[in-house]
């Protein structure tokens, strides 16, 4: 009878794995993901506000469950989101960028004015704790590229009073100062220009973010930071090998200097093969498309004409945390899963109200409740508190980084 019945919860497991539906989160990892704090490095619900045209939250209310999109209010709460930097992206080639970001911004204070139970906006570590004690969920403001500082330092400055704090150097494309991971080297990294935005994103208390910048930009990125550096949503080159993941010498980088590289969940950025397939379709792309315009809409036409693509897994996924953790310890892990912001999620990971299920493999790996706090939120809380505590004694050591204008300056 015994066998009968574990044949038959056998059968329901295969079943229910051939239907592409996970297995239930256990008891135990529900239990460790709710007592850990969950502060997740990048989502784009700002910009898929943007896309849908309502800026001010009049059509789309995320306080309801919604049919579509990966992010709202309940699944945030089923995912046990406690913290989370909300990314205020900005495509490279987007006019007037500085002006796109602060409304990127200002959507990000209407969320939270508009829902103050649940949201309220965190500057430092110390609110992000006492936000997530209080029951809300901590939000942050991240600055996805650049180009939103329009090559001026005075404009990274009033994005840090703002609230921002983190900018990922790069999009997609070269900066007249940075070079991205998806385009041709420019620059070998970072320009001059380049290294005092890094150094002056550390007087600021900004986390430099790595994600999406070339090897070189990295490894300037690392060279030239004072304080912890973050990868809000990358995964590990080693394990798939697309070119925006990050390779095994810089990870090693990373632990030097106690930086966090927060895991990507896109599909392309986890599953192996599929890696491989976006990156030769890429450069067969590229070399037939040499402008970024022509480019883009070629890989956009190849997403389309390639609807059956393989789908990641929760295991592809814990595959890349394993060999980080294996490389240069638990200490240097975090979560980005980049919802509202990927087309193609792993099995089971199909929004976020599915983190738990990621823990649950991780207790199965055999992580400890303590590695798996440190994954969920505590490894980046310790970065950004320690870039915090860099940047107040920077700001009493070092003058801000300050330019003339070019020009004469108007008369009056
Ligand atoms: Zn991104």
Same mark, same amino acid.
């Given at each position: ?19 592409? %539906? ?5 008891? /135990? $990892?529900?239990?460790?993901?709710? !007592? ?5 490095? +990048? #989502? @784009? ?104 500082? %329009? ?5 990274? /400055? $009033?994005?840090?009073?703002?609230? !921002? ?5 790069? +999009? #997609? @494309? ?111 792309? /590229? $070399? ?125």
């Amino acid at each position: 009878m015994r066998l009968v019945m574990l044949a038959l919860i056998a059968t329901g497991l295969v079943a229910q794995a051939l239907a592409g %539906e996970p297995a239930e989160v256990s008891e /135990r $990892a529900r239990k460790i993901h709710d !007592a850990g704090l969950l502060f997740d490095g +990048h #989502n @784009d619900l700002p910009y898929r506000l943007r896309k849908a045209g309502d800026m001010a939250f009049s059509k789309i209310d995320i306080s309801k469950r919604l049919s579509d999109g990966h992010t709202d209010i309940p699944r945030l709460r089923e995912g046990g989101v406690k913290a989370q930097f909300w990314s205020v992206y900005v495509p490279s080639e987007q006019k007037n960028p500085a002006r796109t970001v602060t409304e990127q911004i200002d959507l990000v204070y209407r969320m939270i004015e508009k829902y103050p139970d649940v949201f309220e906006l965190a500057i430092s570590a110390d609110d992000v704790e006492r936000i997530a004690k209080a029951g809300k969920i901590a939000s942050l403001i991240g600055i996805e590229g650049g180009v939103a500082i %329009e090559n001026d330092l005075a404009q990274l /400055r $009033a994005f840090a009073t703002l609230g !921002a704090r983190y900018m990922t150097l790069t +999009h #997609n @494309d070269n900066l007249d100062w940075a070079d991205a991971a998806t385009d041709a080297p420019a620059h070998d990294g970072l320009t001059p220009f380049g290294e005092r935005v890094v150094k002056e994103m550390n007087r600021l208390g900004m986390l430099v973010d790595i994600s999406h910048v070339s090897p070189a930009t990295m490894a300037d990125a690392l060279r030239v930071s004072k304080a912890p550096v973050i990868a809000s949503h990358s995964n590990a080159y080693a394990i798939a090998a697309h070119v925006r993941n990050v390779p095994d010498n810089i990870l090693k980088g990373v632990k030097q200097n106690g930086g966090v590289v927060m895991i990507n969940f896109s599909s392309g950025f986890v599953h192996p093969g599929l890696a491989k397939t976006i990156m030769t379709a890429r450069k067969e792309l /590229r $070399a037939t498309h040499p402008d970024a315009e022509s480019f883009g809409k070629a890989m956009e036409a190849w997403y389309k004409e390639h609807k059956e693509l393989p789908h990641g897994t929760i295991s592809d996924v814990a595959d890349h945390i394993d060999h980080i953790k294996n490389l240069i310890g638990i200490d240097h892990i975090g979560l980005g899963a980049d919802y509202d912001g990927v087309t193609s999620l792993p099995v089971g990971l199909d929004d976020v109200s599915t983190y738990p299920r990621l823990t649950d493999e991780l207790l199965r790996r055999g992580y400890s409740e303590s590695d798996i706090h440190k994954i969920l939120g505590g490894n980046v809380l310790r970065a950004f508190r320690k870039a915090g505590e860099i940047a107040k004694t920077l700001q009493k050591t070092t003058a801000p980084e300050v330019d003339q204008p070019a020009k004469e300056v108007d008369k009056h």
